[in-house]
């Protein structure tokens, strides 16, 4: 009934623009699709699919086949443009079989491909879809490309290849391309990490980190979350993935994971050897992840990362539970007294982010412990209670307030991902069962490969 809600909504007030705006009852577009429209189109389509909202469904797809125009011009990022439109297709055309979907990402794959045009092969953040012109975020350390950003492509650009036939996505060990995430792999396994830790910028023009700043949160989170799918993609094959992963956690747990003195576990973020004891909602994806890669390892090792994965679930539990709306804050910290709740103004909002029940959903799914379910029905009580407006869902600016301010936006992961991990928390465990799917990091459900012995 929410998705039903949600989409109807879109539908009705801002079907091919990218988002609704549920309190003026209009479309937003945004700068971030490079002219691209329907973001919230192509993220619904396999969240309608799974929920056998059929008719909604075949409103999405047609207007896929009819109207979704791919030449376009303008700034793009290349991440947003991945994991949103290429995983949301790859995902429906998998789920589906239909063939509009699989060549509407491959067309829009080979649009992206001139962002790997730099020295090191690391490609750009923002891209002309239409000239090939790319460039770095203006406010990203001296032309630095971002962690989370090119390490977030591995997934989907894979399955490019695999359905193209092209080698340029993925590359293959004899064809050698900077074009490719294979390059980017090569590169972030030889370049020296601090600790052992993977900055958030890196350069595209000399392959060297340009600060020192890390995070499993906002910048870094989903690159580790890449690693360890990617290994699960492979059907346990890319065991440099899985090295990788097991690296870049151990480092993890040594220098960020701290526990505070009440005795909730989190991970903070470094800046150059000092420690921010703050938590974003982005970072807590991790309690998923950490839970997801535990389930592959043995003895006391698989133990302490269960542990750990449920201490920082319930970690970002209690950052709900503390507010006075049961909704999170976009970032909770463990300093001067506070305790896993927001100490500024500008970190108290609720963008209808799906991190956390992300994690009760692979927690549910790998504990059976009854208490994700209680905490996931909490989410949605609280979203019905302080999100829900006249025309769709929306932001909220301040979790500590019942009087409502809302955002006036209803972004198109809220579709995608919270919507689909609270249905995916109450459903049986084969739908989108963990052994054949790994979910990309917009919840875009990409097959496991089970029989090809390529990747
Ligand atoms: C989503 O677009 C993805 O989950 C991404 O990895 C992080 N940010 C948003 C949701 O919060």
Redesign the pocket.
Known sequence: QMMKFAWDNYKQYALGKNELRPLTKNGHIGNMFGGLRGATVIDALDTLYIMELEEEFQEAKQWVEKSFDLNVNGEASLFEVN?RYIGGLLATYYLTGEEVFKSKALELGEKLLPAFNTPTGIPRGVINLGSGMSWSWGWASAGSSILAEFGTLHLEFLHLSELSGNPVFAEKASEPSLASVGNIRRVLSRVEKPQGLYPNFLSPVTGSWVQHHVSIGGLG??FYEYLIKSWLMSDKKDSEAKKMYDDALEAIEKHLVKKSAGGLTYIAEWRGGILDHKMGH?ACFSGGMIALGAQHSTGDRRQRHMELAAEITSTCHESYTRSDTKLGPEAFRFDAGSEATATRLSERYYIL???VVESYMYLWRLTHQPKYRHWGWEVVQALEKHCRVEAGFSGIRDVYSTTPSHDNMQQS?FLA?TLKYLYLLFCEDDVLSLEDWVFN??AHPLPINHTDSKA
């Open positions: 994991i989170d989903s982005l982010r799906p991190e992961f991902e990091t917009e």
